[in-house]
């Protein structure tokens, strides 16, 4: 065999030698579905109960994504995720502070709010999925007000509250974050409180939801079972499960790592948000668009993160940079589509060829555009040169 020949084995083999080592995440993203046409959901948190501002803010929302179409002629969507309740600050401050009471979405002081997102519902522009009961738990908010004022004062306010002004930490749910690290809540507690909430969204909606998204982003496997046996179908994700607050007050505890369309081990569709776009926050048009085309790009859909306190904040502005920046989007990808989680949850879980890519070249190029987020992977591919075959791949688009 002839020089030549032999460095070329090796040179196979050693790139063989570094698909072998990313075995994991390269068959996890082939295995991911590719879309045949590109998608856009805006995902908006923190709706619901809260401040009575928010009625103003989601009928100017409703009328601006009616204005906006796609290619099909459906209208721009948005997620809202659904708080169900705030501290009734009279009660407890009644008590001396020492009992919680809930402000629920379903009392007289919200009506305008619940008519103007049932009115963005049946328009067809607004999909409520669940967000929590409350945007805190509720026993760790009564524990931090003993020690914090701020967070006794906020927890006292006469005024439906505005979760967005508690520390970050203590605006989740799914532990005891009173005190730091945060602690496990118990099984039983979690599941009764799953109960409640699903119980009190249908009264509200006149249907259980079907797609959930925790505060903050941190839950468990508990929660996970939960919500299934409740009859959630679709799980929205940041691209992993965080299970706690650390020392500092971050989310931790990281548990399982997840691609949109992976099913959890209880069911439901795994769906990935990692485009974050804040227009109060400076965040501008471009950014949804760079985040789109990239997700295209990846044979992905892109789901764009984005919060209520934008449009109480800066409504005019807020209302304006979101305009134009689904109107960019539409420019910069002409073929694109406005769709719910759910129905993209759907249509992934049964490969709807509709939607589904199944030819081998379309995958090949979505696959090769989705390595370079894998951790490690791009610089190893550099010193093997196992990036110039995969460059065909990109060149091949």
Known sequence: MSVLAL??????????????????????????????????????DDWGAGPLAQAEALIRLSALLQGIRDVSGRPAIMTLGVILEVPDGARIAASGGAAYHALTLADSRFATVRTAMLAGIQAGVLVPQLHGQSHYWPAAILAAAQTDSDVRSWLLSPEPASTETLPPYLQTRWVDAAHLPSHSLASEAIRQAVELEVATYQSLFGRVPRVAVATTFVWNEI??????????????????????RDSTGQPGGIDATMLSGECSPDGPVYLVRDVYFEPALGHGPERLVKGLNQRVRQGRACLVETHRFNFLQSLDASLATLEIGLNSALTACPALRFMSPLELAHAMNARDPAWIETRLMPRLIAWRARLDEIPRFRRVAQLSGLVWPLAWLGRAA
């Open 7 to 44: 460095a070329f084995a090796a040179v196979l083999l050693l790139w063989a030698a570094v698909l072998l080592a990313f075995a994991g995440p390269l068959a996890a993203r082939w295995r991911e579905p590719v879309l045949r046409q590109p998608v856009l959901i805006i995902e908006s």
């Open 223 to 244: 929660v996970e079972d939960a919500w299934a046996k409740a009859g959630i179908e679709a799980i929205v994700t940041p691209g992993h499960r965080a299970t706690n």
